[in-house]
């Protein structure tokens, strides 16, 4: 079963808009939680992340959400830049591992 | 961004033929990780090591060996690829720290095609 969902694989937004990705998961003994912005033919790069102690954590353009209770996190991303144009992966971690989900593809429209 | 580099970059092999893939870290991180890549799964954890000689299996471990003799080096062996090991193949780094998220660094990857 997988342990992180990411629905809703695609979205486009236009440029100066914001961007809001979703991730569900099912494991409450996560300690962390993190995005990941992967471009074509590269490595993902990390974003941002948060733990699971907290509720919120920003920087700079870039906002994760966690609701506990509801076992889900999203990412806002405002305003979305063209450069913003990529494959999005959430990822859930305990114990040095992490999980990750499908992915969601953003495209910005400029 | 961190020291990590994969080996090849891109492969192509037939089916039955043994295959490892490289890579080497320059941060003298503790972690090191195998992942792959494919379309409508996202990233799958195949192995992981948590020091020299201390390795552990992940999701998809079928198939697939790995080994780490030194801190900087971790090898993936295909020992008979097939053509369902056709994929994109990650190698990430991590330092546990206490109270910190651990992220992941990832290498560029690398394309195996089995034919």
């Known amino acids: 079963d997988q342990q992180v969902k990411q629905n809703s694989p695609s979205l486009s937004v236009q440029e100066g808009r914001i961007s809001i990705l979703n991730c569900d998961y099912t494991?409450?003994?996560?300690?962390?939680f993190l995005w990941y912005k992967k471009y074509p033919a590269e490595g993902p790069t990390f974003l941002i992340s948060?733990?699971?102690?907290?509720d919120k954590n920003e920087d700079g353009r870039f906002t994760v959400f966690l609701n506990k209770s509801a076992k889900h996190l999203s990412l806002h991303i405002v305003p979305s830049q063209p450069g913003d144009s990529a494959v999005y992966f959430c990822?859930?971690?305990?114990?040095?591992?992490?999980?990750f989900g499908k992915g969601n593809q953003v495209v910005v429209i400029p | 961004d961190a020291g990590i580099t994969q080996s090849p970059r891109h492969k192509v092999t037939e089916t039955g033929t043994p295959v490892t893939l490289r890579c080497h870290q320059t941060e003298n991180h503790r972690y090191m990780y195998w992942y792959r890549q494919d379309p409508g799964h996202g990233l799958r954890l195949i192995h992981y090591?948590?020091?020299?000689?201390?390795?552990d299996k992940g999701e998809v471990s079928d198939g697939y060996s790995v080994s780490r003799s030194k801190t900087e080096d971790f090898l993936l062996t295909l020992e008979s690829a097939t053509s369902s090991q056709t994929s994109v193949y990650f190698c990430?780094?991590?330092?546990?720290?206490?109270?910190?998220?651990?992220?992941?660094?990832f290498g560029p990857g690398t394309r195996l095609t089995v034919l």
């Open positions: 990430a780094i991590s330092e546990s720290v206490a109270g910190n998220s651990n992220e992941q660094f």
């Open positions: 494991n409450s003994m996560f300690d962390y």
């Open positions: 090591s948590y020091g020299v000689k201390d390795t």
């Open positions: 948060i733990s699971s102690i907290k």
């Open positions: 990822a859930a971690g305990g114990n040095n591992r992490l999980a």
